[in-house]
């Protein structure tokens, strides 16, 4: 039965693919106005965000189109993080963008995820997920290859086509074999077939589904293609894709968990430990290695899935509510500090040596950069520190082991990710300048959102309340 | 409301730096010390409004939820426990800023940035939450190493690096102690809460007492743990020296005086007997290595990690004697060891040199630097009379009767630290002229005998009446023994 209600929770996603078409549209007739299609799209993911926040006010919920689609205060919660962050990262893109002249496209391209990661938020069927994270992949290739001028923007753009395609397939097993014990894609009607004895068919099925989303998310051992995707992609394309789709891609791997498997969760928690230690030691101890800031942040968002993964681990006995708290927290942490970062990336350049003597400089980009990069080693009272807190919260909580080490993992982690995240603040703040530096642009919007994330990231104490409380009705338990 | 307002106004000071973008250094310095006055000129309110029992003066405490769902809150509230630190900390903030008169680059951004290390301190021993506790206690930190790796000398950097991996390990590792503590005990993170409840089972305690106590001795740090402190404190500038050492330790003891051992009494009780070995081991290698030491500021900085051990011995000691000296302690220990390093400071600059075996005859030329270097040698041995005696000596009174053996040896680490400092003094203050660049010296100036003086008349002031800082201390101290006596 397809209601009116059921356009209203489409609000959001109807908005942002009317506004990825009108940028489109516009550039088409209007290939020179830059500013004018920025200013559209930057307005479209606001008018997303706010209509999203609209939702929440007036608690809108329910289950619509044969329950394969659901809104609720944890879909609601991701929709804003995929938003604002499409806010930024199109502000950012602008400058940029405005240079290659292709600037609707690129737009387009960006809205059409946030289309893509909000549907998948809200979606409650096996094949209905697969759809979405295609929805929102597909434009992510284009967006790492957008860059025709560097060679590897090419390079990242076809390792990620490949590794992605394969990903999406193991996934789409994945789906099947579980439909095919199960009788029906949908989430609550899965978990009869996870039930008392479980056939190793369905077990194959769940390994294969956690195995495609380790693929999107970055998770080791299915990380290798995150480098050289997020080395080759235009800055704002890296930092959204690491942001955006990721949190949705995270948030609909909870509900698929949580909704469809509860009965098997002693796997897929066990699962998630191991997978959590062995990504956290593998990004940071490749991060320690880089000379290039960009590969050196893409192998610290592998490290920060497995952050995250240690809160999945947690899923479990008094642990579980504030496990999925934590997911949330940590998602929306992780969004302000990492954008930030990348932008800044945009403004200094991607060699650690760029960033010699930046405190001199511009004191106002080091000093952001030094607040970003504290956030994620983790030290209060910027906002990654909440996010950690609330996983070794949620761990304390649990009583099993293997969480117990995964976060010791995590602690162990945390200190090792300080040598290379406090390198950039050395360079900035103890080297000399470097003699072409002092180069400024005029990248007002790039400037503003790496500022605005600097702030968010700081004052992330004031509002780490609200979210919480935000987090803490969102009934996915 | 005035906690709070003490607490956060140093923030106004970094504003402040950040605006006088144009000033002359003049007026910045000026107004740097405007600033760092303030928040000593309202503590010393406090003291003399409030002193006579700090808990029940309701203006003092403020409380309200952070993030409810995990019971976590915003509460700050002074006691015996945490004042006299909280006044150190303003104190020597206001103190750092005249030592610091010879930085002469960018004094705006050195004072900004000491600022908000002054608020993570303040904060600290004002914290009555875990995680605003932990949150303070880490607030501390960036700018220590901004400190030491902009300011510092030639090896500044590996030093201040090493200092914030070694810190951070040992706070990062407490963290995941005190989340676990308050989770199960409710999920409750209010440390009076969590003082009189003691949820937990003998088990659980002695788990998550491990990881608490670990980080807290790395930050002391206690002799095992220590390798991080030479480097960034033989690096860094005089006025850093001040809060490094004279601050930055008290987090560690502080830590666990006001959590380790009154929220965990059954946990921490079977390592008590290590933290009194901890303390005697700090005692005396301390002492030893001082001894060894060719730079005078390396012999004040292991003269200073010996005199630590005190307070690791009285806190073990569990008795109201001991834990009244350990409390004190770590203000008299601020209170000398911020004199000395001062005192060498000057001295370097004057002579060029900080190599004991190149000094001599300083007192000839530098009557008032030398004297003042006997005194602070003379607290540092804890001879009667200055203030370091009195609480060195309560702490070992406490710890003999706690651990005989370990008092006994405590007393000894007395000795050696007499022998090392006369020894030094001898070489250094007394004896003929062998530096050329001595003819010429002159005595401290006015500004280096403002840094210098109050903090010799503090240590003989609290040597004679200890009864000032010990009648406020007391009411909290028999908090915490209803603490452990209760479990």
């Known amino acids: ?477 | 409301m005035i906690t709070t307002i003490t607490i956060f106004f140093p923030l106004l000071g970094v504003l402040l730096m950040l605006l006088l973008r144009n000033a002359d250094e003049r007026t910045v310095r000026y107004s740097a010390l405007g600033i760092a006055a303030v928040p000593l000129l309202l503590v010393l309110y406090v003291y003399f409004a409030y002193g006579g029992d700090l808990r029940e003066a309701s203006a003092l405490t403020q409380s309200f939820d952070w993030i409810s769902s995990l019971g976590i809150g915003y509460r700050v509230g002074l006691d015996g426990l945490g004042f006299g630190m909280f006044f150190l900390s303003a104190l020597l903030t206001l103190i750092a800023v005249v030592a610091s008169w010879d930085i002469r680059e960018n004094p705006r951004q050195y004072f900004a940035i000491l600022f908000v290390a002054e608020l993570g301190m303040l904060g600290v021993f004002a914290a009555q939450d875990l995680i605003l506790f932990y949150v303070f206690f880490e607030i501390t930190l960036i700018p220590m190493y901004l400190l030491v790796g902009i300011w510092g000398d030639e090896n500044r950097r590996p030093a201040a690096i090493k200092f914030f991996i070694y810190t951070f390990l040992g706070s990062t590792t407490m963290l995941a102690g005190f989340l676990a503590l308050g989770m199960l005990s409710g999920p409750n993170f209010s440390i009076e809460a969590l003082q009189e409840s003691g949820a937990l089972s003998r088990t659980a305690q002695v788990a998550v007492a491990a990881p608490i106590l670990f980080g807290l001795l790395v930050k002391v740090p206690a002799v095992p743990l220590h390798s991080w402190l030479l480097d960034v404190y033989v690096s860094s500038p005089t006025s850093t020296n001040v809060m490094l050492s004279g601050v930055l330790p008290k987090l560690g003891t502080y830590g666990l005086i006001k959590i380790a051992v009154p929220l965990l009494p059954q946990g921490v009780e079977p390592f008590l007997p290590f933290l009194a070995i901890f303390g005697v081991v700090n005692i005396i290698y301390g002492s030893f290595v001082a001894f060894l030491q060719p730079d005078l500021k390396a012999l004040v900085a292991y003269s200073s990690i010996g005199t630590l051990g005190f307070i690791l011995l009285g806190v073990a000691s569990g008795n109201a004697v001991g834990i009244n000296g350990a409390v004190m302690q770590q203000v008299t220990h601020g209170l000398y060891s911020a004199l000395l390093f001062i005192l060498v400071g000057i001295i370097a600059s004057r002579t060029g040199t900080r190599r004991i075996d190149e000094m001599g005859g300083l007192a000839a030329r530098m009557p008032w630097v030398g004297g003042l270097l006997a005194l602070g040698a003379l607290a540092a041995m804890g001879v009667p009379g200055l203030a370091v005696f009195v609480s060195e000596f309560m702490s070992i009174m406490g710890g003999f009767e706690a651990f005989p053996v370990w008092g006994v040896l405590a007393t000894l680490g007395l000795i050696l630290g007499a022998m090392y400092l006369l020894f030094m003094l001898q070489r250094t203050i007394f004896g003929p002229m062998t530096l050329p660049t001595l003819e010429e010296t002159e005595d401290a100036g006015p500004v280096e005998m403002a840094a210098v003086v109050p903090l010799a008349f503090l240590l003989l002031i609290l040597g004679f009446v200890p009864s000032l800082l010990i009648n406020v201390q007391r009411p909290a101290v028999e908090a915490v023994l209803v603490a452990i006596g209760g479990s």
């Open chain 1, 1 to 477: 039965m397809v209601t009116a209600q059921a356009f209203v929770g489409l609000i959001p996603e109807i908005v942002a693919f009317l506004f990825s078409l009108v940028v489109l549209m516009v550039g088409v007739f209007a290939p020179r106005a830059t500013g004018l299609t920025t200013g559209l799209a930057a307005f479209g993911a606001l008018v997303t965000f706010v209509s999203t926040v609209m939702l929440l006010a007036l608690r809108f919920e329910g289950s619509f189109f044969g329950d394969g689609y659901v809104v609720d205060d944890f879909a609601l919660y991701f929709k804003l993080i995929v938003a604002l962050s499409a806010f930024f990262a199109v502000l950012a893109a602008a400058h940029w963008a405005g240079g290659t002249g292709d600037a609707p496209e690129y737009l387009n391209l960006i809205l059409t995820v946030v289309v893509g990661s909000m549907l998948l938020v809200s979606m409650r069927d096996l094949f209905g997920i697969f759809v979405a994270i295609e929805l929102a992949t597909i434009p992510s290739y284009a967006l790492v290859a957008f860059d025709r001028r560097r060679r590897e923007s090419s390079e990242g753009g076809m390792k990620y086509l490949l590794t992605g395609m394969i990903a999406s397939s193991i996934l789409l097993y994945g789906i099947v074999l579980i439909y095919g014990t199960a009788g029906s894609a949908n989430l609550t009607e899965l978990s009869g077939a996870f039930a008392g004895q479980v056939s190793p068919v369905a077990l194959l099925g769940l390994v294969l589904l956690v195995s495609g989303f380790a693929f999107k998310v970055s998770v080791a051992p299915f990380h290798f293609w995150t480098p050289d995707a997020y080395q080759g992609a235009p800055a704002s394309a890296a930092a959204f894709l690491s942001v955006a789709p990721k949190a949705a891609t995270f948030a609909v791997l909870l509900r698929i968990l949580l909704e469809g498997m509860p009965e098997v969760a002693p796997s897929w928690t066990a699962l998630s430990a191991v997978l959590a230690i062995v990504t956290m030691f593998v990004g940071n101890l490749l991060a320690l290695r880089q000379r290039n800031v960009r590969r050196m942040l893409a192998y610290s968002s592998v490290a920060h899935s497995g952050y995250i993964l240690t809160a999945f681990a947690a899923l479990q006995g008094a642990g579980l509510q504030t496990a999925v708290q934590a997911v949330l927290i940590y998602s929306a942490a992780y969004a302000v500090m990492n954008l930030g970062a990348f932008f800044v990336i945009d403004l200094v350049g991607e060699e650690t040596k760029s960033f010699n003597g930046l405190f001199r400089t511009r004191p106002g980009v080091a000093l952001s950069m030094a607040i970003f990069m504290a956030a994620l080693v983790g030290i209060p009272p910027f906002s990654g520190f909440f996010g950690k807190a609330w996983i070794i919260a949620a761990g304390a909580q649990s009583g099993a082991v293997i969480v117990y080490v995964a976060v010791a993992a995590l602690v162990v982690n945390s200190v090792l990710s300080v040598p290379y995240y406090f390198g950039i603040i050395r360079n900035m703040f103890f080297e000399e300048a470097v003699t072409d530096a002092g180069r400024k642009e005029r990248a007002v919007a790039l400037k503003f959102s790496v500022y605005a994330l600097a702030v968010a990231t700081t004052l992330f104490a004031f509002f780490v309340g609200p979210l919480a409380a935000l987090a803490g009705t969102s009934g996915l338990f």
